[in-house]
Nanobody, 127 residues
Framework: QEQLVESGGGLVPAGASLRLSCVTSARNIRNYAMGWYRQALGKERESVAAITTGGTIYYADSVKGRFTISRDNAKNTVYLQMNSLKPEDTAVYYC?????????????????????WGQGTQVTVSS
């Protein structure tokens, strides 16, 4: 059972930046596709970004140009750099990992694609 631990959340003003980190207990994170999700109060959890083992990347339209997902396999860590934050980015952010292979990057936006989840980190953006 792999464990994922997110960190880096906080309360920031609109326009600020944050970098979320997700450290995994996986021995070889390079074998995992990784995703970032968020869930705002009263809303469903949604895919924000994903990165495959081969480096293919997906971003939700709402974060394109502002968020960057990256991975450091040597540190067993995946990051989400968030710039130009908006109040509507306020949510609990979760990272997820999967060993499953899908041929289409869009398949990695489905919650069911992932086997392991972190506990989440709160991001609050004030207006």
């Amino acid at each position: 059972q792999e464990q994922l631990v997110e960190s880096g959340g906080g309360l920031v003003p609109a326009g600020a930046s944050l970098r979320l980190s997700c450290v995994t207990s996986a021995r070889n994170i390079r074998n995992y596709a990784m995703g970032w999700y968020r869930q705002a109060l009263g809303k469903e959890r949604e895919s924000v970004a994903a990165i495959t083992t081969g480096g293919t990347i997906y971003y939700a339209d709402s974060v394109k140009g502002r968020f960057t997902i990256s991975r450091d396999n040597a540190k067993n860590t995946v990051y989400l750099q968030m710039n130009s934050l908006k109040p509507e980015d306020t949510a609990v952010y979760y990272c997820a990992a999967t060993l499953r292979y899908y041929s289409e990057i869009d398949d990695y936006t489905r919650m069911g694609a992932y086997d392991y989840w972190g506990q989440g980190t709160q991001v609050t953006v004030s207006s």
